[in-house]
């Protein structure tokens, strides 16, 4: 029947699509990050082997790209977590007022421009005029002037705070669903052995929400790993190296310095990291997925 | 099913109207009046629950409210010091100055990059969900898993590719060249979301037609498509705001002609000669509003849209 090879034409543009921007693309990447493409070689570049990779090896900065990522991923998804289950948990509550008012606000942090998103926080942590030294030295009773983007550390935790307001108002809203699904009973019986609510809290209502917490962190590891525009914004990647990540440290090797076969191999270590992290994100939620 | 949640599953904190029926309760009959009256005791849990989301919502709306403010701030008295929680000159010269100089061509680019992107983007990714939900291919869920895997492709890793290949077509700073990226990283996302809704359209219409001996191509044009006009809309601003907020391969892509708006924003915050924190914040403000509108239709589809589906919203 004719109707058995249709599904071909309908699939075919995406498929035909993927196969021509990414797949070809990432194979040309490969074959980049084999040769020493830079400024200068740029029309023959010289077959290289791996040396780039073994480059990135011996490369701090490559290392310390990854830390920096590794760090934003811990800090930023613990709080990020432990916050919006905590929301969660006082939203779960059925006598609160403004509950639908506050997911109507959630999402917005997670939409809006990312790049007005950085800028905004850069000039709330703006030592001068920001918000957060005025606020401080309310708080504190005399005036504050952190440079909060001009020190290394600092401006990691800015980068962290902009990541944790973005994403736990969204957390939360996911872990409250999550939460409100859960079925009543075993709070119930719970409730009539008269377990104490952090007794209930660990050993009813956490389990039930270990599948969304379990997605959630795979999704947000994910995004970590491709986190740019608000670093772009907000700090550049500095002062000096303090806050490039791997995949800004990939995009300054490739877009700053022009090496285009170093910044390929960089790239496909990312990519082999968000390969592990994407198997494991549709092994864990495939079946849904699936449904 | 499990896909199929975020409409109904959510209902019951999504509806703002729950919200009206609360309060029209107040004047109801007597019954419902002592039930109301035992719902607004409040107990010290309830009180401190009420002050964490009053605290999260302000600290939620404060940065937006900081950015608003800004813009409506003089430039020297955007950044101060001191620190100004309402603006001493409130002035609209920033946007005076972001129409004759700042904001085009970005915001035209911007415009025209993600509309255009999301109508191809939507159309290819609808056939191909229909694809995937009606016809039991063998490999059908690999081919699914490998479209959805496009999505979590880190876009430098494209991008530095793709740049040499738009180099050596002459194709750096056009539109075309953007838009090409926007379809490609959008189209994954459009079957996404488009599967759950075709899933939901009885599949016997279909079946009767084809039996009459149309083909499949009609059938999905005159019986399905129509059907699907409201999702592919929801789709559709999905896809408009994603390629809208764009910015890495916009940065790489494009110069001067093709600049989209959030580039026209950072080239501001890289100005070596004295950062307007003024125009920063009314170009943000001009890239926001429209998101924020486009919000309120697809906000029950929000969890849907940036879990994958994966998620219960």
């Given at each position: 029947?004719?109707?058995?090879?249709?599904?071909?034409?309908?699939?075919?543009?995406?498929?035909?699509?993927?196969?021509?921007?990414?797949?070809?693309?990432?194979?040309?990447?490969?074959?980049?990050?084999?040769?020493?493409?830079?400024?200068?070689?740029?029309?023959?570049?010289?077959?290289?082997?791996?040396?780039?990779?073994?480059?990135?090896?011996?490369?701090?900065l490559?290392?310390h790209g990854?830390?920096v990522?590794?760090?934003?991923?811990?800090?930023?998804?613990?709080?990020?977590?432990?916050?919006?289950?905590?929301?969660?948990?006082?939203?779960?509550?059925?006598?609160?007022?403004?509950?639908?008012?506050?997911?109507?606000?959630?999402?917005?942090?997670?939409?809006?421009?990312?790049?007005?998103?950085?800028?905004?926080?850069?000039?709330?942590?703006?030592?001068?005029?920001?918000?957060?030294?005025?606020?401080?030295?309310?708080?504190?009773?005399?005036?504050?002037?952190?440079?909060?983007?001009?020190?290394p550390?600092?401006?990691?935790?800015?980068?962290?705070?902009?990541?944790?307001?973005?994403?736990?108002?969204?957390?939360?809203?996911?872990?409250?669903?999550?939460?409100?699904?859960?079925?009543?009973?075993?709070?119930?019986?719970?409730?009539?052995?008269?377990?104490?609510?952090?007794?209930?809290?660990?050993?009813?209502?956490?389990?039930?929400?270990?599948?969304?917490?379990?997605?959630?962190?795979?999704?947000?590891?994910?995004?970590?790993?491709?986190?740019?525009?608000?670093?772009?914004?907000?700090?550049?990647g500095g002062p000096g190296t303090a806050t490039q990540?791997?995949?800004?440290y990939?995009?300054?090797?490739?877009?700053?310095?022009?090496?285009?076969?170093?910044?390929?191999?960089?790239?496909?270590?990312?990519?082999?990291?968000?390969?592990?992290?994407?198997?494991?994100?549709?092994?864990?939620?495939?079946?849904?997925?699936?449904? | 099913?499990?896909?199929?949640?975020?409409?109904?599953?959510?209902?019951?904190?999504?509806?703002?109207?729950?919200?009206?029926?609360?309060?029209?309760?107040?004047?109801?009959?007597?019954?419902?009046?002592?039930?109301?009256?035992?719902?607004?005791?409040?107990?010290?849990?309830?009180?401190?629950?009420?002050?964490?989301?009053?605290?999260?919502?302000?600290?939620?709306?404060?940065?937006?409210?900081?950015?608003?403010?800004?813009?409506?701030?003089?430039?020297?008295?955007?950044?101060?010091?001191?620190?100004?929680?309402?603006?001493?000159?409130?002035?609209?010269?920033?946007?005076?100055?972001?129409?004759?100089?700042?904001?085009?061509?970005?915001?035209?680019?911007?415009?025209?990059?993600?509309?255009?992107?999301?109508?191809?983007?939507?159309?290819?990714?609808?056939?191909?969900?229909?694809?995937?939900?009606?016809?039991?291919?063998?490999?059908?869920?690999?081919?699914?898993?490998?479209?959805?895997?496009?999505?979590?492709?880190?876009?430098?890793?494209?991008?530095?590719?793709?740049?040499?290949?738009?180099?050596?077509?002459?194709?750096?700073?056009?539109?075309?060249?953007?838009?090409?990226?926007?379809?490609?990283?959008?189209?994954?996302?459009?079957?996404?979301?488009?599967?759950?809704?075709?899933?939901?359209?009885?599949?016997?219409?279909?079946?009767?037609?084809?039996?009459?001996?149309?083909?499949?191509?009609?059938?999905?044009?005159?019986?399905?498509?129509?059907?699907?006009?409201?999702?592919?809309?929801?789709?559709?601003?999905?896809?408009?705001?994603?390629?809208?907020?764009?910015?890495?391969?916009?940065?790489?892509?494009?110069?001067?002609?093709?600049?989209?708006?959030?580039?026209?924003?950072?080239?501001?915050?890289?100005?070596?000669?004295?950062?307007?924190?003024?125009?920063?914040?009314?170009?943000?403000?001009?890239?926001?509003?429209?998101?924020?509108?486009?919000?309120?239709?697809?906000?029950?589809?929000?969890?849907?849209?940036?879990?994958?589906?994966?998620?219960?919203?």
């Open positions: 029947m004719q109707k058995s090879n249709t599904w071909i034409i309908f699939i075919a543009p995406t498929i035909v699509l993927i196969l021509t921007m990414v797949v070809f693309p990432l194979f040309y990447s490969l074959w980049l990050s084999l040769h020493g493409w830079t400024i200068l070689n740029r029309v023959n570049p010289p077959f290289v082997g791996l040396d780039n990779y073994a480059r990135a090896l011996a490369d701090p490559f290392w990854l830390l990522t590794v760090i934003i991923l811990v800090v930023a998804l613990t709080i990020e977590t432990l916050l919006a289950i905590a929301m969660a948990m006082l939203l779960a509550r059925g006598d609160i007022v403004g509950r639908n008012m506050f997911r109507v606000l959630a999402f917005i942090p997670a939409l809006i421009n990312p790049i007005a998103t950085g800028y905004t926080f850069h000039l709330l942590f703006h030592p001068n005029g920001g918000a957060v030294n005025a606020l401080l030295g309310f708080v504190a009773g005399h005036p504050v002037n952190l440079d909060w983007i001009g020190s550390s600092t401006a990691l935790a800015a980068i962290i705070v902009t990541d944790i307001w973005q994403w736990t108002p969204f957390l939360t809203i996911v872990f409250l669903a999550a939460r409100l699904g859960l079925p009543g009973e075993p709070f119930e019986a719970a409730r009539i052995d008269r377990a104490s609510p952090w007794l209930i809290f660990r050993r009813v209502t956490l389990p039930g929400l270990v599948p969304a917490i379990t997605v959630m962190l795979l999704i947000r590891g994910i995004d970590i790993f491709k986190l740019f525009d608000t670093i772009y914004a907000i700090t550049g990540t791997l995949g800004f990939t995009y300054l090797v490739g877009f700053n310095s022009f090496k285009l076969g170093y910044a390929a191999a960089l790239s496909w270590v990312l990519n082999i990291i968000l390969f592990i992290l994407a198997t494991i994100f549709l092994r864990t939620a495939g079946r849904r997925l699936l449904s | 099913m499990a896909v199929r949640t975020d409409a109904h599953m959510t209902e019951e904190i999504t509806d703002t109207k729950s919200i009206r029926k609360q309060t029209e309760n107040t004047t109801a009959p007597a019954p419902r009046l002592a039930q109301h009256r035992r719902r607004t005791t409040w107990s010290i849990g309830r009180i401190f629950a009420h002050l964490a989301l009053l605290v999260m919502m302000v600290a939620v709306l404060f940065p937006i409210y900081w950015l608003v403010i800004t813009s409506f701030k003089d430039n020297s008295e955007a950044l101060g010091p001191p620190a100004t929680f309402w603006p001493n000159h409130f002035t609209l010269h920033s946007y005076e100055v972001a129409f004759k100089e700042s904001l085009f061509p970005g915001l035209i680019n911007s415009f025209l990059a993600a509309l255009i992107s999301t109508v191809i983007a939507v159309l290819i990714g609808t056939l191909a969900a229909y694809s995937l939900e009606r016809h039991h291919f063998r490999l059908r869920n690999d081919v699914a898993f490998w479209i959805l895997s496009q999505r979590m492709m880190p876009p430098i890793a494209v991008a530095i590719p793709f740049f040499l290949v738009m180099q050596q077509l002459h194709l750096t700073d056009t539109l075309f060249a953007l838009i090409l990226l926007y379809v490609t990283f959008n189209t994954p996302l459009a079957v996404w979301l488009m599967r759950p809704f075709v899933r939901d359209i009885p599949v016997e219409m279909e079946q009767a037609a084809l039996l009459d001996g149309y083909k499949p191509l009609t059938v999905f044009r005159k019986i399905t498509l129509p059907l699907l006009k409201t999702p592919m809309a929801t789709t559709a601003i999905f896809v408009y705001i994603f390629a809208w907020n764009e910015f890495l391969f916009a940065l790489i892509l494009t110069r001067v002609h093709a600049i989209t708006l959030p580039i026209a924003i950072s080239s501001l915050g890289g100005n070596p000669y004295g950062v307007e924190w003024a125009q920063i914040a009314t170009l943000s403000v001009v890239a926001i509003v429209p998101v924020l509108i486009l919000y309120i239709f697809v906000q029950r589809y929000m969890v849907t849209a940036l879990t994958f589906g994966s998620v219960k919203g």
